[in-house]
C-alpha cells in the first residue's frame, strides 16, 4: 500500500522559512511526478510546484522565486523549501505522487505564517 507522509510544517514569522518534507513508502522503483498543492479553508486546493522523476520543475507564479521543490537520491522522497513567507502562504501542504497510473496523496502538513 503506497503511502505518502508529510511533515515539517509549523508556526513562522513573516519573511521566515520552513523546510517540508514527504517520503513515500510501499512503491516499488520511483515515483514519477512528486508535487506540493495546499489548501486554505473554504477554497479549493492549489498547486504550488512539481519535479519529475528527470529533476525538472515547475513552479506556480505566487511562490517561484521563493519555494524550491527538490529530490534527493532517494526518488521517493520530496522536499519544499520555502522562503520569505507571507501571510498568504498560511495553508495546508499536501504531498502528491503520480506512480503506476494512479494519483496518491498524503493527509497534509500545516503551515501557519503569522507574527
Known amino acids: 500500500q503506497v503511502q505518502l507522509v508529510e511533515s515539517g510544517g509549523g508556526l513562522v514569522q513573516p519573511g521566515g522559512s520552513l523546510r517540508l518534507s514527504c517520503a513515500a513508502s510501499?512503491?516499488?522503483?520511483?515515483?514519477?511526478?512528486m508535487a506540493w498543492y495546499r489548501q486554505v479553508p473554504g477554497k479549493e486546493r492549489e498547486w504550488v510546484a512539481s519535479?519529475?522523476?528527470?529533476?525538472?520543475?515547475n513552479y506556480a507564479n505566487a511562490v517561484k522565486g521563493r519555494f524550491t521543490i527538490s529530490r534527493p537520491n532517494d526518488k521517493n522522497t520530496v522536499y519544499l523549501q520555502m522562503n520569505s513567507l507571507e501571510s498568504e502562504d498560511t495553508a495546508v501542504y499536501y504531498c502528491?505522487?503520480?506512480?503506476?497510473?494512479?494519483?496518491?496523496w498524503g493527509k497534509g502538513t500545516l503551515v501557519t505564517v503569522s507574527s
Open positions: 519535479i519529475n522523476i528527470g529533476g525538472f520543475t
Open positions: 502528491r505522487g503520480l506512480w503506476a497510473g494512479q494519483v496518491y
Open positions: 510501499g512503491v516499488i522503483g520511483s515515483i514519477n511526478n
